[in-house]
């Protein structure tokens, strides 16, 4: 049996990592999937996705399955606010993660969110958090737009499991872990309200203790924004 065992799904940070009974702490959703801008004042946006990815650690492993979803609501010009959600399989085992984050929009290719959320499978369970930076094209006259996000994520590692009490029993916490992580994505604009997302990602996990390694994902998903006022407008 190899000393660490590793998956990787969608966001390419939402991981184990095995050595006997230690497993690595449920982290944040940490992909983008949408340009740089905030989803404007009265508008709703939904993002559904799903994607695989590798890890680079004594051995590599391909995700089974892992989907992504998101809603928001634009406050003003300025803020969104939203749930994401992660959630993936693997050998049986099902984990999931979310949170609740805000997006800020700095200048007009600029703009800055952060999130705190929890995370639970048959390891173990996390509360945790990441914080980001997107920068990206914003071309009203151009099918397509591309943009690049660089985070920082934590998750703090607790005992015990609601997706799997029994698997979790007699367990230790999970390992707290750091990540960080470049999302690069191109969307493609089919009509003013609905969006094609291509992303892929690359990062790295550092484990309170233990091997730290690189991790790779690819992804796609559809965006739809509707506004709910006649004058507002979609981006």
Known sequence: MMPYRQFLSLTAV?????????????PSPMVTFGGPQVTGKGVTEAVGAAGAGISFFEENEIAEHAWFGRVRQGINERWDIGIDLLGYTFEKRVSVSGKVSARYQLMSRVRLEGGIGIGDDSQGRSVNGDFGLTIGTVRPDRVWDVYGTVRYGYAHGYAGSTLDSKAAEGLIAPVHVSTVMLNLGAQARVTPHVRFIFEAGVGHLFPSHGLHGAVLYLGGGLMLRVPWRKWESVR
């Open 14 to 26: 939402a991981a184990l990592m095995f050595s006997g009974c230690i497993a690595i702490a449920p």
